[in-house]
């Protein structure tokens, strides 16, 4: 959902900016603006003395300016944090036992325990991703289940076999999972 809202709203700012950016340089290069147009023509100023002093004597004019600004600073900067953050865990720690420490590719361990979630009976698809810290991984996992499934019975087959592997073969105390089970849609079947 994240990705979906960025790349509407980069897109949306990006269309916005050019849009302005090539009238504003038509205008100031010759072209006759729009009745709409703000401004005239290039010696035009985009703020006029009186309208840069309009709201100097007011009280309340520049806490809200600052905070205005403030607030869209705030939301750049929490935008740029989400942008930046990894939501995939690259590697594990694993513990070796003398001290020292192994590295386990997270696409590895996710690509196991997908293909064992999905071996499972009953389990149409399967996907696992891994997030959460290296030293503290979390799973969280997909499941699409065939019709006439009981969920019960998959999830305990997941927590019993695939993700108990996946937690004793990376050497973890623990392994939190967030499991998300999903019915295959089918055709209704005649009873007869």
Known sequence: MLRIVNRVLVGFVGLVLVVSGAAVLAVGLGADPPSWWPHDGGNDVLLS??????WRDAGWWWPAVIAVLALL?????????????????????????????????????????????????GVERAHARLTGRRNAPEARVRLLLQPHVNPADALHTLTAEALTHARNSAGLAALPAEVRLQGAKHRAERVS
């Open 49 to 54: 003395d009186a309208e840069r002093t309009r």
């Open 73 to 121: 600073v705030l939301l750049a900067l929490w935008w740029l944090t989400a942008v930046l953050r990894r939501h995939r865990l690259a590697e594990v720690l694993v513990d070796t036992g003398d001290g020292e420490g192994a590295l386990l590719r997270g696409r590895a361990l996710e690509g196991v325990l997908t293909t064992e979630a999905a071996e499972a009976d």
